[in-house]
């Protein structure tokens, strides 16, 4: 079942995820490695799982790099969003979430991915009701009892970490931040690469195509945008067969989404 807020284990595979090889072994040794080898960490003295926050500008792979940690870690996977969560009867908020946690536990080693996590736990300056504080409280109580040997991770995503409240990033908390940022013109070529290998019918040196100006910008969405938008151009011009010029024609028609990069950097 793909139900939100459910246990699933995802079929992503690190293969899927182009570029952000730095993120990735972040992640490994965060979370994979504990997850495969807890015995490892806990001779060295680490017993507590660390939480990951993972932000940085829309559709750069925040969620596709949390699916293939827990696919390639075998665990269970259970996703969330934050606004959808928050989205309740005054009190139900808090039983979701600890509902979340529970199911959890019922389904160990578990990846829990909380998309949006900004709207769950707003800075507590910014002007906020009781019902917020209360599922502040919450996911802080449930993120201060977990411990390595129980086997749930905590996976979380914003585009505005600014906007987090500050007691969710102190240490054994949300602890780790990854900053995951728009590709450069060889990782969109390697970006690139992963999409048109998942679809194996697309030569794969058009993902040269990915360090040109044309697609300056792009996030990985957009490349995935790019990759339709091409096959749409082929079939326009009466080919099944997608060509470079194709490629470039399609980069043509596609704005980056991330408009004003200023936004979300460091
Ligand atoms: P948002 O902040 O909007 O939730 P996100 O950072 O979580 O965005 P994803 O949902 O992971 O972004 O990415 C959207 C889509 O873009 C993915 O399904 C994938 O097809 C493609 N994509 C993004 N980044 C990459 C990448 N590094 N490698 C391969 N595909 C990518």
């Known amino acids: 079942s793909k139900r939100e807020g459910f246990a699933t284990v995802p079929d992503t595979t690190w293969r899927d995820v182009g570029a952000l090889s730095a993120i990735r072994e972040e992640l490994e040794m965060a979370i994979c490695e504990p997850i495969k080898n807890p015995e490892r960490f806990r001779k060295v003295g680490i017993t507590a799982a660390t939480g990951v926050l993972l932000w940085g500008p829309p559709g750069c792979g925040k969620t596709l790099l949390a699916k293939a940690v827990a696919a390639e870690s075998k665990a269970n996977f259970i996703s969330v969003k934050g606004p959808e969560l928050l989205n309740k009867y005054v009190g139900e908020s808090e039983r979701?979430?600890?509902?979340?946690?529970?199911?959890?536990?019922?389904?160990?080693?578990?990846?829990?991915?909380?998309?949006?996590?900004?709207?769950?736990?707003?800075?507590?300056?910014?002007?906020?009701?009781?019902?917020?504080?209360?599922?502040v409280n919450t996911l802080l109580t449930e993120l201060d009892g977990l411990s390595m040997r129980e086997g749930i991770y905590l996976i979380a995503a914003t585009n505005r970490p600014e906007m987090i409240d500050e007691a969710m990033l102190r240490p054994g908390r949300l602890e780790t931040l990854l900053y995951v940022e728009l590709p450069k013109p060889e990782e969109r070529v390697?970006?690139?690469?992963?999409?048109?290998?998942?679809?194996?019918?697309?030569?794969?040196?058009?993902?040269?195509?990915?360090?040109?100006?044309?697609?300056?910008?792009?996030?990985?969405?957009?490349?995935?945008?790019?990759?339709?938008?091409?096959g749409q151009h082929a079939l326009k011009r009466r080919?099944?067969?997608?060509?470079?010029?194709?490629?470039?024609?399609?980069?043509?028609?596609?704005?980056?989404?991330?408009?004003d990069i200023k936004k979300y950097e460091k």
């Open 190 to 230: 390697d970006i690139l690469k992963a999409l048109i290998r998942q679809r194996g019918i697309i030569s794969p040196e058009l993902a040269e195509i990915g360090r040109r100006d044309v697609c300056k910008d792009f996030s990985g969405a957009d490349l995935e945008s790019l990759l339709r938008k091409a």
């Open 239 to 259: 080919s099944d067969v997608v060509e470079e010029l194709d490629f470039v024609e399609a980069a043509r028609t596609i704005r980056p989404s991330v408009g």
């Open 96 to 135: 979701a979430l600890r509902q979340v946690f529970m199911r959890a536990r019922s389904s160990v080693p578990c990846v829990i991915f909380f998309d949006e996590i900004d709207a769950l736990i707003p800075k507590r300056s910014t002007e906020l009701h009781e019902a917020s504080a209360r599922v």
